[in-house]
């Protein structure tokens, strides 16, 4: 399912076959965490900002509509008319995000509900349940993600229950897929390794993982409030304990800066909701920086929001009128915003690939890093 085409030092260029089509990595999934980008983005926009992955919620979506009416329409992608592939977070980082509403327990997670307070419960089997009714091309195992800081005991006991609740999520899956009603009878699991900012845990866990040769593998509980150069010590640490063949998903991450890092060790998937919320409050990303287009400088600025761009808002529309937009509380300065933050992520991840296939990642490494990062 999945082949390294090249490798320039740590960073790899891939290709990711699955039922719903072929990923090429690094990628960055655009989050859409109850079936839609917030910002007015549907599924058709998607294909012309240069999405690959669309990214949901199971957690929110067997809330809200509820994960059965989901299956009924015929599963997420269906359901959101998005055809390409679809990856289904667990509902694991609100065990994390959700933690005054929560109670863990071998068995699982008891939640009240967000939305109305009403008590649910989600373990490993529910899960796999919730995301083989939502159909999505690559589920992930359910599991904890721990708050940083933790303590190493506290750290230590949580990677031991999610370890095996990731062998529930393998038996539950491997049972669901035999099933002759199950919508994706070649849904995909991913592993995710846990272990706070502790790097012999972060090891051990990965090491067990591996062990159930799953179809790809994770790191979670990162950019949840520890430092960049925490997050990177903790990949250069794990990485090597990863199996090769596999793709490598860094959950949650993160900022462009962030992204170049990551591939630079050698991850090949990305997901976050940031360029999607910078977006929605009038921060753009663009090759010369960072842009906040609230300013008043903006007022009678004719330019594109990055005249390097080539998306639809850019291709359409000038700063001037994005920041009437914003000013005037029009959702059109959400929607034009937010299609141009994730068409630069997901053309940021188009010059990687390009960059490493040429083995010229390094010279686009530092290159990129003095601008991405850079507010103007």
């Not at 509902?91 to 863990?104: E, H, N, P």
């Not at 195992?141 to 095996?164: G, H, K, L, M, Q």
């Not at 998306?311 to 009437?324: E, K, L, Q, T, V």
Request: with cysteine.
């Amino acid at each position: 399912m999945f082949t390294v085409k090249n490798k320039d030092n740590s960073a790899r260029l891939g290709e990711f076959s699955t039922v719903h089509g072929v990923i090429h990595t690094p990628a960055f999934m655009n989050v859409a965490t109850a079936g839609a980008i917030k910002g007015g983005v549907s599924a058709y926009d998607m294909r012309e900002i240069h999405t690959q992955v669309q990214l949901c919620n199971t957690y929110h979506l067997h809330l809200r509509p509820g994960d059965e009416t989901v299956r009924r329409l015929g599963g997420i992608r269906e359901f959101t008319r998005w055809d390409g592939p679809v990856l289904t977070d667990s509902g694991g980082f609100q065990v994390f995000s959700l933690a005054a509403l929560r109670k863990i327990t071998e068995k699982g997670v008891n939640f009240s509900s967000h939305i109305d307070g009403r008590k649910i419960f989600m373990g490993p089997e529910e899960s796999m349940r919730i995301q083989s009714n939502l159909a999505s091309t690559i589920a992930m195992a359910f599991d904890e993600c721990i708050a940083n800081p933790s303590t190493r005991e506290y750290t230590a006991e949580s990677c031991d229950r999610t370890v095996r609740w990731l062998y529930r999520c393998k038996e539950e899956m491997s049972r669901l897929c035999e099933l002759p009603d199950t919508l994706n009878r070649k849904q995909l699991l991913f592993g995710i390794n846990q272990g706070s900012t502790f790097e012999d845990i972060r090891i051990e866990n990965m090491q067990k993982i591996r062990e159930l040769n799953l179809d790809g593998y994770a790191i979670g509980g990162l950019a949840v409030g520890e430092s960049a150069e925490d997050m990177y010590r903790i990949i250069e640490a794990v990485e090597p304990h990863m199996p090769a063949d596999k793709p490598r998903y860094l959950m949650g991450v993160g900022t462009p800066e962030n992204i170049l890092n990551a591939v630079k060790r050698g991850i090949d998937l990305f997901d976050c909701v940031m360029p999607s919320r910078n977006a929605r409050h009038g921060h753009v990303f663009t090759s010369e920086g960072i842009r906040n287009l609230n300013n008043a400088k903006y007022i009678h600025d004719d330019l594109p929001m990055d005249t390097n761009c080539d998306c639809p808002s850019c291709r359409r529309f000038s700063r001037a009128y994005i920041h009437h937009l914003i000013k005037s509380g029009e959702m059109l300065a959400m929607r034009l915003t937010v299609m141009h933050n994730l068409h630069f992520y997901n053309t940021l991840m188009e010059q990687i690939r390009a960059a490493i296939a040429e083995n010229r990642f390094e010279e686009l490494y530092h290159s990129l890093l003095p601008t991405v990062a850079t507010r103007i």
